[in-house]
């Protein structure tokens, strides 16, 4: 699989909007963990890493911000800016967000459970790993 914009469903209610994802019609993997980032400084980046095994679906839920993907080779750069799609970063891609809005919050969900020995924080190192496939 590669990374790839999921579209979610969107419930148009005059009371208020509602999207949601399950697995496993919105999403490929099972959910494990569920983080978010917010309160990011103007300028700051988050997230120049890969993970060895782990997969990851990431969402604006509020403001926007850029997920820029490595393959290894080439970067492809997303900009997530609504609460009703993200991105599905497979493991074993190198990827970093950075451009946040004002009150941004990006939630990210996980199907492994935290485990610092997932993650390649070095982008040498990284790039070799992914190119030996
Ligand atoms: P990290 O994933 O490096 O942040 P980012 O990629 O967004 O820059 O995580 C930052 C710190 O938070 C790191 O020391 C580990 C800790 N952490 C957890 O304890 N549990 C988690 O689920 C996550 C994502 C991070």
Do not use: C
């Not at 579209?7 to 399950?22: A, C, H, T, V």
């Not at 604006?60 to 850029?66: P, R």
């Not at 609504?82 to 190198?94: A, D, E, I």
């Amino acid at each position: 699989m590669i990374p790839k914009i999921i579209e979610l469903p969107k419930i148009y209610d005059k009371r208020g909007n509602l999207s949601f994802f399950q697995y496993p019609s919105n999403l490929p993997f099972e959910i494990e963990r569920t983080y978010w980032v917010y309160d990011v400084p103007g300028g700051e980046k988050r997230g120049s890493h890969a993970f060895k095994e782990q997969q990851e679906f990431i969402i604006a839920l509020s403001g926007s911000f850029d997920v820029i993907i490595h393959d290894g080779k080439e970067e492809k750069s997303f900009s997530l800016n609504r609460s009703y799609y993200g991105l599905y970063v497979p493991k074993m891609y190198w990827r970093r967000l950075e451009n946040f809005s004002t009150n941004s919050l990006a939630l990210i969900v996980s199907d492994k459970p935290y485990n610092e020995n997932d993650y390649i924080r070095d982008f040498e190192e990284f790039k070799t790993l992914a190119n030996e496939k």
